[in-house]
């Protein structure tokens, strides 16, 4: 996009860059992990009904994300 | 009883998680501010905080009530993802630093920077642009970050009012300390601050994104406190193996 863009294309464009930094950043597979975790979470609760495993499971995973973006991290320097 | 224990233990969280976080926050905008003050006045550089501040008020008084309309489970269940992501951005963040493996935030270098920057763009003539937009921008994007924890864990407690009064308490604390002790802000201990932001924002999110998907925690709102213990002790436990695995790699092999 060039510097002549209309102020409300640069707003949009801002804002936009603004939640992508925001919710993604240099740590994508954070944002995909939640989605995945969301899911998985929502499937436990709604269609095989354990309650249990849904709340034991949801830190479980967070924690299993941090593990390989750590590790990730600690790969890549 | 165990209702008034919950109640205090979601407000205890509520109230440390957006103190430190707008504190934080603060730090971070105090020195550019600062910098474009020092290096080409404060005129400008006062009025880019002030509109500024004039924008992120009108942001939470424009998005503030109308969230409150949001049905409560859809507020949790997207304000539990957005925290989710955002605090655990933060800890991973937090951990990396705590372990070696990442800089640490030098506010004296990011000041240096600063300074080096505005100092290039030549000397101001009249009213400066430059600390003008400079300091508008530095204030803004770490407002904004200031404005939706404050949204998402206000609204969702609803305790918006509270979280506001905490977040201005915390601000307003930090720009008195800040202006006082002036080039010492690499003193604070952001690292150390910023773990315990990332900890409960996780913590925050983890509980209510299961809120949000009808999970029903043992214990109910005191879940939020077992969280919060939980996550600090694998924190903890991440920080001790990466330190490990750190040295192991960075020493040399012997024969």
Same mark, same amino acid.
């Given at each position: 996009?060039?510097?002549t ?5 640069r707003l949009?464009?801002?804002?936009g860059?603004?939640?992508w930094d925001?919710?993604v ?6 944002? $995909?992990?939640v989605?995945v975790i =969301?899911? %998985?979470? !929502?499937? $436990?609760v709604?269609?095989?009904? =354990?309650? %249990?495993? !849904?709340? $034991?499971?949801l830190?479980l995973?967070v924690?299993?994300?941090?593990? $390989?973006?750590?590790?990730r991290a600690?790969?890549?320097? | 009883?165990?209702a008034?224990?919950s ?9 440390g998680?957006v103190f430190?976080?707008?504190?934080v926050?603060?730090?971070?905008a105090l ?9 080409r006045g404060?005129r400008?550089?006062l ?8 924008a992120?008020?009108a942001?939470?008084g424009?998005?503030g ?7 409560l489970?859809t507020?949790?269940?997207?304000v ?16 990396l630093?705590?372990s070696?493996?990442k800089?640490?935030h ?6 240096r ?6 100092q290039?763009q030549?000397?101001?003539?009249g009213?400066d ?6 300091a508008?921008k530095?204030?803004f994007?770490?407002?904004l ?17 509270l979280?506001?009064i905490?977040?201005a308490?915390a ?6 300390v ?5 080039q010492?802000?690499s003193?604070?201990p ?14 925050y ?9 009808h999970?029903?925690?043992p214990g109910?709102d ?6 919060v213990?939980?996550?600090a002790?694998?924190a ?16 040399p092999?012997?024969?």
């Amino acid at each position: 996009m060039s510097d002549t863009a209309s102020l409300p294309v640069r707003l949009l464009k801002g804002f936009g860059r603004f939640w992508w930094d925001f919710l993604v950043g240099d740590t994508p597979e954070i944002t $995909v992990a939640v989605i995945v975790i =969301v899911g %998985a979470v !929502a499937l $436990v609760v709604h269609v095989m009904r =354990v309650n %249990a495993l !849904a709340y $034991v499971a949801l830190p479980l995973l967070v924690i299993i994300t941090f593990a $390989v973006t750590l590790y990730r991290a600690r790969k890549t320097g | 009883m165990i209702a008034t224990l919950s109640s205090s233990t979601s407000v205890v969280v509520l109230v440390g998680a957006v103190f430190l976080a707008s504190a934080v926050e603060m730090v971070e905008a105090l020195t550019i501010v600062l910098a474009v003050g020092h290096v080409r006045g404060w005129r400008s550089a006062l009025q880019g905080v002030a509109v500024a501040i004039l924008a992120l008020g009108a942001l939470v008084g424009a998005f503030g009530p109308a969230l409150v309309h949001v049905p409560l489970s859809t507020l949790r269940l997207v304000v539990g993802i957005v925290l989710l992501i955002f605090g655990m951005q933060w800890l991973r963040k937090a951990m990396l630093r705590s372990s070696g493996l990442k800089a640490k935030h030098d506010e004296d270098a990011i000041y240096r920077e600063t300074v080096a920057e505005l100092q290039a763009q030549g000397a101001p003539v009249g009213r400066d642009p430059v600390a003008f937009v400079v300091a508008f921008k530095g204030v803004f994007l770490e407002g904004l970050e200031i404005v939706i924890t404050v949204l998402t864990l206000g609204t969702s407690a609803h305790r918006l009012g509270l979280a506001v009064i905490v977040a201005a308490i915390a601000v307003v604390l930090v720009g008195i300390v800040g202006v006082i002790v002036a080039q010492q802000l690499s003193s604070v201990p952001e690292n150390a601050m910023k773990m315990v932001v990332g900890i409960m924002l996780v913590s925050y999110g983890t509980f209510w994104t299961g809120e949000g998907l009808h999970v029903r925690w043992p214990g109910g709102d005191t879940t939020l406190l077992v969280l919060v213990v939980f996550y600090a002790v694998v924190a903890a436990a991440f920080i001790r193996v990466l330190r490990m695995t750190h040295h192991v790699a960075q020493e040399p092999a012997h024969e």
